[in-house]
């Protein structure tokens, strides 16, 4: 990993870099050079802008389940892990876009506000969930995905106390299952080929607070 930072004016400072991942498994070798930029502007002493941009490079889990046993699964009339599919493209690394800009304002010298907003698109979108009767997360990749949302930032400080609060709105959807096929039903297979639908791990809205207060020494 490589990274440099420039003062192109005394107001305006561009942060940029690369990452190299190399992956390899018994089911998947892959590797990606990741570069990413970040532009950062403070036009007045109380106000701060930036933009930037990432590529990124997310490893899947290193479990894979062969595609001997999923036939095991669908023999006969079926068992209780069987679903009928007997697809099982290998989970593969998720490789994605990510962008975000965001603005940061002190209204005084005690209180700062905020705002940033983001979106990531990605190949080879990882997710997990539970299936069937176990109790271990299982893997697999949409073909696309897209992640976007924003957050709201606020804190306050004064003498020994301080305090936050965070609000996020996020949207997180997948379109076609491109690995660990055999994970779903026949339908819903073919419905998500060509409809976007929610991560498991999509969370519409989030936030957080917290309250501290520091005494002096006497």
């Known amino acids: 990993y490589l990274q440099d930072e420039w003062k192109i004016l005394e107001s305006l400072t561009l942060n940029f ?55 095991l699964f669908n023999q006969g009339n079926g068992t209780s892990n069987g679903s009928g599919v007997t697809q099982d493209g290998p989970v593969k690394a998720e490789r994605a876009n990510y962008f975000d800009a965001g603005i940061s304002q002190k209204i005084n010298k005690n209180l700062q506000v905020g705002v940033d907003g983001y979106y990531k698109q990605a190949k080879n979108q990882l ?66 080929q060509n409809h976007w639908i929610y991560l498991d791990h999509d969370q519409k809205v989030s936030s957080t607070a917290g309250t501290a207060y520091s005494w002096n020494d006497p």
């Open 17 to 71: 870099g690369a990452r190299f991942d190399e992956y390899s498994s018994s089911f998947d070798k892959e590797n990606q050079l990741s570069p990413r930029v970040n532009l950062i502007w403070q036009p007045t002493d109380s106000t701060t802008l930036h933009a930037g941009y990432s590529r990124y490079f997310t490893p899947p889990p290193v479990e894979n389940v062969s595609g001997n046993d999923i036939a």
């Open 127 to 192: 997710d997990d969930g539970l299936f069937g009767q176990t109790l271990i997360l299982s893997a697999f990749n949409y073909a696309k995905g897209k992640v976007y949302g924003v957050e709201f930032t606020t804190s306050y400080t004064t003498g020994g106390f301080s305090t936050y609060a965070n609000v996020a709105y996020s949207v997180a959807q997948g379109e076609d299952w491109s690995s660990a096929q055999f994970l779903f039903n026949p339908a819903d297979l073919a419905y998500v």
